[in-house]
């Protein structure tokens, strides 16, 4: 086996943005920290946030962290506030890494570019004098009663054919999850959730969480577009069947979205809205995308569907007299164009609210014109099928949370190991939630991990954190 007998004080699985703040947390214990990460270099889906600007975190928490994580919240009430977004600006502060306030609350580098934070943990971690050895996935993970140590063994040999074995007195997982993920790197980010099973931790199963959602309509489009047919289908007719298509590329600022399964309200959201080729995303889409049914294949017509709220802030009944009054000063003019210049300030918004063949306002009639603002309030399209994982930015589900102390992320299990970052069954909205979980959680282990090694325990400065949340 090649190294020989060496041992580390911890061994960090995983070079993500959780993991890598864990192996600097447990250096600045003064642990001998061995980083290993499966690709070819660290960092590969930390370059990828924030659309590669990377949102770092966001200084609405802790206010509203209980609406933000779900279910689970609770969960990282300790972790953020040992390691809080204000600390998570100082942080890289320090590193050089200066940032800037966004929108709700987004804190972003002023450089705008996610390599600049990727190179300044790289940096910090190397002038610590950590060590790290890439391309080493891991296989398999084993606790030796008799020397309380873990054997770390690595999937792949060494330059002369030998296996790689790794020694340590702690271990951290945080190999993130299996979401926006190349098909072979997603094989591969499921050795961890294997590993973690083995040792005797349940696995919540893995889900898409801010994804885009796949629409129905556009599914037909792009099938009929593929095969170069049109169904014999023309005028008004067409435009129906296209209005969603044209569309693609369109932003609908701060709409409100309200997922229905089987017609029943299951949750909501508001922010800006996207339309692709492939159906929606942006935050009013994504933040909807982890309560999509899991189930295979397509779903039945009707089953799953998303409202557009294109006035978020009138009622139904406000529209209606508004568009009666628009109408009523207008009647010569198109309805598409009172909705455009009146409503929506969109052209193909307003295609999309009357898919109908347009005609002037003093043609159109009372139930027609109740049709219309209810579309404003409330326009329904079909989601085609659950997301796959593959499109989607985080994983929902993971590392069971009970068997996981959340003031240190020690496993209940297995005393010495760790978890970190989004391999536990945690997710946030969109806007810099799931890094500070990261940060946050990797802070954490990495301290606890350290401290373990040390023989002191994995204990929780309790005293010290009540202090600081005064």
């Given at each position: 086996m090649t190294p020989s007998q060496d041992i580390w004080d911890v061994v960090v699985i995983g070079g993500g943005a959780a993991g890598l703040m864990a192996a600097i947390s447990a250096r600045e214990e003064g642990a001998r920290v061995l980083l290993l990460e499966k690709n070819a270099a660290p960092g590969k889906k930390l370059l990828l946030t924030g659309h590669g600007r990377c949102n770092l975190t966001n200084i609405r928490i802790p206010g509203n962290y209980l609406e933000a994580y779900h279910e689970n919240a609770r969960f990282l009430s300790s972790a953020i506030r040992k390691f809080a977004p204000e600390d998570?600006?100082?942080?890289?502060?320090?590193?050089?890494?200066?940032t800037h306030e966004e929108d709700d609350g987004r804190i972003f580098p002023d450089s705008g570019k996610?390599?600049?934070?990727?190179?300044?943990?790289?940096?910090?971690?190397?002038?610590?004098?950590?060590?790290?050895?890439?391309?080493?996935?891991?296989?398999n993970l084993c606790h030796r009663e008799e020397t309380g140590l873990w054997d770390v063994r690595i999937s792949v040999e060494d330059h002369e054919g030998k296996p790689i074995l790794y020694h340590a007195r702690s271990v951290i997982l945080a190999t993130g999850g299996k979401?926006?993920?190349?098909?072979?790197?997603?094989?591969?980010?499921?050795?961890?959730?294997?590993?973690?099973?083995?040792?005797?931790?349940?696995?919540?199963?893995?889900?898409?969480?801010?994804?885009?959602?796949?629409?129905?309509?556009?599914?037909?489009?792009?099938?009929?577009?593929?095969?170069?047919?049109?169904?014999?289908?023309?005028?008004?007719?067409?435009?129906?069947?296209?209005?969603?298509?044209?569309?693609?590329?369109?932003?609908?600022?701060d709409v409100g979205t309200t997922l229905l399964l089987d017609g029943k309200k299951t949750a909501s959201a508001r922010g800006d809205l996207l339309f692709t080729h492939q159906?929606?995303?942006?935050?009013?889409?994504?933040?909807?995308s982890r309560y999509l049914p899991p189930e295979d294949g397509k779903y039945a017509p009707g089953h799953v569907?998303?409202?557009?709220?294109?006035?978020?802030?009138?009622?139904?009944?406000?529209?209606?007299?508004?568009?009666?009054?628009?109408?009523?000063?207008?009647?010569?003019?198109?309805?598409?164009?009172?909705?455009?210049?009146?409503?929506?300030?969109?052209q193909k918004a307003a295609l999309l609210v009357w898919k109908e063949e347009d005609k002037p306002a003093n043609a159109v009639t009372k139930t027609e014109r109740n049709?219309?603002?209810?579309?404003?309030?409330?326009?329904?399209?079909?989601?085609?099928?659950?997301?796959?994982?593959?499109?989607?930015?985080?994983?929902r589900g993971g590392v069971e949370l009970k068997g996981v102390d959340p003031k240190t992320m020690e496993s209940k299990i297995r005393p010495g190991l760790f978890f970190a970052g989004e391999i536990l069954d945690i997710d946030g909205i969109s806007g810099g939630y799931n890094l500070q979980n990261a940060w946050s959680t990797g802070y954490v282990a990495g301290k606890s991990a350290a401290k373990r090694s040390a023989g002191e325990g994995a204990e929780d400065d309790s005293a010290e954190n009540d202090k600081r949340a005064e």
């Open positions: 998570v600006r100082t942080f890289f502060q320090d590193l050089g890494v200066k996610a390599e600049t934070v990727l190179q300044a943990l790289l940096q910090k971690y190397a002038d610590m004098g950590g060590k790290r050895n890439d391309s080493h996935p891991v296989g979401s926006y993920l190349p098909r072979e790197d997603g094989k591969k980010a499921g050795d961890a959730y294997r590993i973690a099973e083995e040792l005797g931790h349940s696995i919540v199963p893995l889900r898409p969480a801010l994804a885009p959602i796949l629409l129905s309509a556009m599914s037909a489009t792009r099938h009929t577009e593929a095969e170069g047919r049109n169904d014999g289908k023309t005028g008004a007719e067409a435009t129906r069947e296209d209005v969603e298509r044209t569309l693609a590329g369109v932003t609908l600022p159906g929606i995303s942006g935050p009013a889409a994504m933040q909807l569907t998303i409202c557009i709220d294109l006035l978020p802030d009138q009622k139904t009944d406000e529209i209606g007299k508004a568009l009666l009054s628009a109408m009523s000063n207008r009647p010569n003019m198109s309805i598409r164009n009172i909705l455009f210049h009146e409503f929506l300030h969109l049709h219309i603002a209810e579309r404003l309030k409330a326009l329904p399209l079909q989601v085609e099928k659950c997301t796959p994982l593959s499109m989607a930015y985080v994983t």
